[in-house]
């Protein structure tokens, strides 16, 4: 039936797109940000700034005179690989002559190491010649190079330049930190406007040439972004979406908004531990909304409080199955990575998987009683949008060739995304497509097979999230690059070290803390990237050899995943902002309560599953 028009007007509510700049608050992370530029330089500020921007020139200098008694200038190519690996190796603390002889081809490509087979087969053919004890010496005084005797004061006039421009993007970096946050904590000017603030602010400071910003803004993340939204729309233009929830809740006796919010949490919860968060959050976005305007108050109108339960739960179902498996995220496969690079150890997929899980299946009924206490929505009983829901659904017939193709796609792409790293590692494929390009395949090939048309993107993809996530990745990539994300760590781990969580159990609350503070400002593959060195250097050296290596690693991938509190802290975040219903301060409502739990939930792990289990034959603490 046509909706009254009293109906549609109550319907109507302000989102976060339909605000206008707020100057009284704006002025404030505007005023801030030009404060902090224009602050003296403090001396950790200068040091790490120095460190970034000469360390890998003052390490490779080193390297050149006392393997090769020569300038870096002089070095034949094989020489020149030999310390440019070496250097890499020595920033992942890497330093055991093993991971050297490990590398290859697809690993210099990764870390864009200009090389020839001859070359590289030389510069192994050199390193196996020295003694385990000696190249470990010579990684370690390289190490010390950098980062205890570069001093800023020492430098001669070429490399003073360099390392002000260093220290320049680092307080750049700071700066628009505070700025950024400001503005996405109190929503004074709308969000997507944040995300080309940002670019503004890399370019006008001048740490980004104006060609190299509009690269910035892309990634294989912000790709996914696009190709999950598009996914939601022709699940919802077709339907599919009506018969998911109809399959899920139809033998619900009461379809209680509790009864329907745990068991999204149930089936979304562990599912995300093998299945991209993104996916199963565009997927579920629009079940939510449809359960809440099929649902009215008394009065007719609609319970927005309902629509950010609802919404906010499949945000959080998304997230909290991270841990489970290492495919739960990029940020547990980068800790896998970075453990057997610095010391040596392995973790299986079944190993992960035994000691994530227990934290989802722990996680699920204390997020769904967070979310309850969190939020308050009048409408209780969801009947009237199930039993709307069934007759939308009876009245549709069998499943038709749309709905079907849809769902075809779909499981397609999911398994492209599951198999198309150990696809291109074996050889199968020539290209590595990354999960973004598959995103956007699935989404081109909704409009070849028919499907949709582009007017259904254009109204119902919402772009503004897709420039909001694209912002964040920029945002992220300086933080990182200019050695923002390192001093926030080291700073952070100097003064837990001062109340006493510099040892076992302490180290691993402080490794949870560090971590789950950083994953709110930048996705979490690149926090745990920024944060892990940090966190297992921590462990080598209080607990070298232990179980708290391996602890430490799952710890910091765990903990990247409780980016809880902020839309830019996960893709699935900013996915369900798209719905409209949402404003920043719902995020911390649930969020701030939810990261507190995590963070106990995973001590509480450490303490009494993982620590009296052990980790194979390394010792315990």
């Known amino acids: 039936k046509p909706m009254p028009k009293q109906q549609k007007k109550a319907d109507k509510h302000e989102t976060g797109y339909d605000k206008y700049i707020n ?10 940000f030009f404060a902090i530029l224009l602050m003296p330089t403090g001396k950790a500020i200068r040091d790490v700034g120095t460190e970034y921007s000469m360390g890998p020139k003052t390490v490779i200098r080193f390297l050149s005179k006392e393997l090769f008694d020569a300038k870096t200038s002089d070095l034949q190519q094989w020489q020149l690989l030999t310390v440019q690996v070496m250097e890499k190796n020595m920033r992942t603390a890497a330093l055991d002559k093993d991971r050297f002889m490990g590398r290859d081809d697809k690993w210099l490509k990764k870390n864009k190491v200009a090389f020839d087979k001859k070359n590289l087969e030389r510069a192994k053919e050199f390193v196996g010649g020295l003694g385990d004890k000696e190249y470990r010496s010579l990684m370690e005084r390289a190490a010390d190079e950098r980062m205890i005797k570069l001093d800023y004061s020492d430098l001669k006039e070429d490399d003073v330049k360099a390392a002000d421009d260093g220290i320049w993007k680092l307080k750049v970096a700071l700066a628009m930190l505070v700025f950024t946050v400001g503005c996405f904590l109190t929503a004074c000017i709308p969000l997507p406007a944040v995300a080309f603030c940002i670019g503004l602010i890399v370019v006008l400071t001048g740490i980004v040439s104006r060609e190299e910003v509009a690269a910035l803004y892309w990634s294989d993340s912000v790709w996914f972004i696009m190709g999950s939204l598009m996914f939601a729309t022709a699940f919802v233009k077709t339907g599919v979406d009506k018969r998911i929830t109809m399959l899920l809740f139809k033998r619900l006796a009461v379809p209680s908004v509790g009864a329907i919010t745990f068991i999204i949490l149930l089936v979304v919860g562990p599912a995300s531990s093998f299945i991209s968060d993104h996916a199963l959050a565009a997927i579920f976005l629009p079940v939510a909304i449809m359960l809440f305007q099929g649902s009215r108050k008394p009065d007719g109108t609609p319970d927005l409080e309902l629509a950010k339960m609802l919404i906010l739960t499949v945000a959080c179902a998304a997230n909290i199955g991270g841990p489970g498996s290492p495919s739960g995220g990029a940020r547990n496969v980068i800790m896998i990575t970075y453990l057997k690079d610095m010391f040596g150890v392995d973790i299986s997929y079944i190993q992960w998987l035994t000691y994530g899980m227990p934290f989802v299946i722990i996680m699920i009924p204390l997020t769904w009683l967070c979310i309850k206490f969190a939020f308050k929505p009048t409408v209780k009983d969801l009947t009237p949008s199930m039993e709307l829901l069934k007759s939308e659904t009876d009245s ?21 995304w599951m198999t198309e790293q150990t696809f291109f590692d074996k050889g199968w494929y020539p290209v590595r497509l990354g999960v973004g390009v598959i995103a956007i395949a699935a989404g081109i090939a909704y409009v070849l097979t028919g499907v949709v048309n582009w007017r259904d993107y254009h109204e119902k993809v919402d772009w503004g999230v897709v420039w909001l996530y694209a912002g964040a990745i920029l945002f992220g990539k300086i933080l990182d690059e200019s050695g923002g994300a390192y001093l926030i760590a080291r700073t952070m781990v100097a003064g837990l070290a001062h109340v006493g969580l510099d040892q076992g159990l302490g180290l691993i609350a402080s490794c949870g803390i560090l971590t789950g503070g950083i994953t709110q400002l930048m996705a979490d593959g690149p926090a745990a990237a920024a944060v892990g060195p940090v966190t297992l250097n921590m462990a080598g050296m209080v607990h070298p050899g232990t179980v708290m290596l391996p602890f430490m690693a799952m710890a910091t991938g765990i903990s990247a995943s409780f980016a809880y509190c902020l839309i830019i802290g996960t893709p699935p975040n900013a996915i369900v902002y798209a719905s409209g219903y949402l404003e920043p301060k719902d995020f911390l409502r649930a969020g701030i309560p939810l990261w507190i739990i995590a963070q106990i939930v995973m001590l509480l792990l450490v303490a009494f599953y993982w620590l009296p289990r052990g980790f194979g034959n390394l010792p315990g603490l």
């Open 23 to 32: 100057w009284k608050i704006f002025i404030i992370p505007v005023a801030l």
């Open 396 to 416: 549709m017939g069998r499943w038709n060739y749309t709905q079907i193709v849809t769902v075809v796609v779909f499981l397609l792409t999911l398994w492209f």
